[in-house]
């Protein structure tokens, strides 16, 4: 994971949208955080259905759907 991206978010204290910039409390992450997208048309212009399956791999993958706590 990038340490710049890590200290980022913890510098902003939530998520945002790498497509439409929306600040997010759920959604998708991506390769353990290096993308975030907030909805399925947004992960969409990137990567299809099929392509989130393989990156979730039944829930061994690093990429996955999750919820996060407002910090702010």
Do not use: P, V
């Not at 200290?7 to 409390?25: A, L, N, P, Q």
């Not at 990137?46 to 996955?64: H, I, L, N, P, R």
């Amino acid at each position: 994971m990038d340490s710049n991206h890590d200290e980022f978010i913890e510098c902003i204290g939530f998520r945002i949208c790498d497509h439409c910039g929306k600040r997010m409390t759920e959604g998708y992450c991506i390769d353990d955080g290096r993308e975030h997208y907030c909805s399925d048309e947004c992960l969409h212009h990137y990567y299809s259905d099929e392509d989130f399956e393989q990156m979730y791999a039944d829930g061994k993958g690093t990429s996955y759907y999750t919820t996060w706590d407002e910090e702010n």
